[in-house]
């Protein structure tokens, strides 16, 4: 293997304890209950030898459904695995994405104790929340959730709110971005929008990006993170992508079921592009699969007008999830009026950086950036 992978493991699969109406994942994967650790040993250990010699840090990514089914115990055993077979020298991190309403305290202990990032899913205040996050039993969540986070920041484990935006909260990009900063005091937020049955508006997706951003731009710039944001600077400024959604090709970040099932991409986890069975397939082998192959070259491809768009290298015609028979973006329209609105701003923030000056003063280059680029 010339280059990391990176792997997203869901060791429950679909299972999970909410009923979100705009779930994904739901009745995506095989009958089953919780990979098994024969099935985990093997992915451990495949995962860390398999990566390139100058690899020094590996990801371990926990997904679901809801991660925290398979039990505390399962994920005590995976940090025995992940030591056990860790080469000298190697970081080894993990990062799990939870609903939040599992939370005790001694997960807590156990995530504060093997420094866990963890991301929980909030969709703003409790009434946005509970109208698409409730149990089965048609109950609602926030208040649980909520108080998980609270127990997360008391015991200083870094935390990430994922926000789906949604019909519910989409026309609330400015209140949503104020809640998590002001409220419940995040320093780490993802907003993720609803591309399927139920998708959002293209304008007000767009509309819900820049009021959050202008909210960020007041009081955020260099104290909370925004993952759209961050990555946008990153690739516009420092030339780097950082975040799939917007990368030129797909294909580095599989998803692992529970029965050891491997998959081009966790948005993908359909017969068409199963590329094998860590159980019985080494990752160099299912990597060069043709059918995993193809899954990168159709990652690629983008309707005429987006090909030639201004904003083709930054954007990249988002997820291949989201885009239409044409190759065009559902969500396009959304797009391409945050990343004219922002990228003034973005060459702003690295000017104060280029200078060493404090991002927040970069109302100081934004008129005339503003003009050159007009």
């Known amino acids: 293997m010339n280059y990391p992978f990176h792997l997203i493991i869901k060791p429950v699969g679909d299972q999970c304890n909410l009923n979100c109406s705009y779930c994904f994942y739901k009745e995506k994967s095989e009958e089953g209950t919780v990979m098994t650790f024969a099935t985990l040993e093997k992915l451990t250990q495949q995962y860390i030898e398999e990566q390139p010699g100058s690899c020094k840090e590996v990801q371990f990514v926990w997904q679901g459904g809801e991660p925290m089914l398979a039990g505390l115990s399962f994920y005590q055993h995976a940090m025995v695995l992940q030591e056990k077979y860790r080469r000298p020298g190697m970081a080894i991190t993990n990062a799990i994405q939870t609903n939040g309403t599992l939370i005790t305290n001694r997960w807590i202990e156990f995530l504060k104790q093997y420094d866990f990032q963890v991301g929980i899913s909030i969709d703003g205040m409790a009434g946005v929340h509970d109208a698409e996050r409730i149990y089965y039993t048609g109950k609602s969540s926030h208040h649980k959730v909520i108080e998980a986070y609270r127990k997360l920041q008391k015991a200083a484990i870094t935390t990430n709110i994922l926000c789906v935006v949604h019909q519910n909260n989409v026309g609330m990009g400015k209140q949503i971005y104020q809640y998590f900063v002001n409220d419940l005091k995040a320093k780490n937020i993802q907003f993720l929008p609803v591309v399927g049955q139920a998708t959002i508006a293209p304008a007000l997706w767009g509309e819900f990006l820049v009021q959050s951003f202008g909210a960020w731009c007041d009081d955020g710039v260099g104290r909370v993170s925004v993952q759209l944001f961050d990555a946008s600077y990153a690739r516009i400024i420092q030339g780097i992508e950082t975040f799939c959604v917007h990368s030129h090709e797909c294909g580095q970040q599989l998803a692992a079921e529970r029965n050891g099932d491997i998959f081009s991409c966790d948005q993908y986890v359909e017969k068409q592009h199963h590329i094998g069975n860590v159980t019985s ?83 100081r280059f934004l008129p005339e950036i503003t003009m050159k680029i007009a």
Do not use: W
């Not at 005429?304 to 044409?326: N, T, Y």
């Open 281 to 363: 397939e080494s990752f160099n082998t299912m990597l060069a699969k043709p059918v995993h192959n193809e899954f990168v070259s159709m990652s690629t491809r983008h309707d005429i007008a987006c090909q030639s768009c201004e904003i083709k290298g930054l954007c990249q015609g988002g997820c291949p999830k989201h885009r239409d028979q044409h190759g065009k973006n559902k969500l396009c329209e959304g797009y391409y009026r945050f990343f004219t609105h922002a990228i003034p701003y973005f060459y702003a923030f690295g000017e104060c950086v280029r200078r060493n000056m404090p991002v927040y003063q970069y109302r």
